[in-house]
């Protein structure tokens, strides 16, 4: 397997000497995207219990360390590096995700990043000239996607006739697993909306 991302020496140590000073056994690092493939994609390093783990993460074993990787973000790691910086002030640690955002996705990509993908693409182009955006709380495993409406779209009394006509719509076109969209936005707060 290539190299998934490039932990730099001074990453390596750096983050060795964090694992040591918190003092447990078979701790790990682990890395993912949050909401990968979007333009709120951020990489994330977090600790990692060996309970805490996921049974699908790519497992790297360096040479001071052990980084868990999310398998759903590997995509969006490539050309990724973790580096740490000696500076003045103590250094710092960075990480480069250059692929983070970009839309990287396939008919195999789970039905999440496929949901985000349509949304950010094609849906909010659409909401935004009415100052509004929508998002994707979560997907369930009954095949809801829920989602939350911001700005113009909050509070204004046209979303039904958005979420039905227009979101679901659209939506159910493209994603198989869909069964159906929900809104948990509370629309009782109609300070920005487009529609009162």
């Not at 001074?10 to 493939?37: C, M, Q, T």
């Not at 990489?43 to 805490?52: G, V």
């Not at 969006?76 to 990287?104: M, S």
């Not at 006739?161 to 009782?188: A, C, R």
Request: hydrophobic share 35%; with cysteine; aromatic share 6%.
């Amino acid at each position: 397997m290539e190299k998934i991302v490039n932990i730099t020496e001074s990453a390596e140590e750096y983050l060795a000497k964090l694992l040591r000073d918190k003092n447990e056994p078979n701790l790990a690092v682990r890395i993912f995207i949050s909401d990968p493939g979007t333009p709120k994609a951020e990489t994330c390093l977090a600790y990692c219990k060996p309970e805490e783990a996921d049974k699908d993460d790519v497992v790297l074993k360096l040479d001071k360390i052990t980084v868990h990787v999310e398998e759903r973000s590997i995509p969006f790691l490539v050309d990724a590096e973790v580096n740490y910086d000696n500076d003045t002030f103590g250094g710092q640690l960075t990480i480069k995700a250059p692929n983070a955002r970009l839309p990287n996705i396939s008919p195999d990509s789970p039905p999440e990043d496929r949901i985000n993908y349509v949304i950010y693409n094609e849906i909010n182009p659409m909401l935004e000239s009415h100052g509004g955006e929508v998002s994707l709380v979560k997907f369930t495993d009954q095949g809801e996607a829920i989602l939350q409406f911001g700005g113009g779209c909050q509070g204004c009394g046209m979303v039904d006739v958005t979420l039905k006509d227009g979101i679901e719509k659209t939506l159910l076109e493209q994603i198989p697993e869909l069964k159906s969209v929900k809104d948990s936005t509370d629309h009782s707060i109609d300070d920005n909306a487009y529609y009162k």
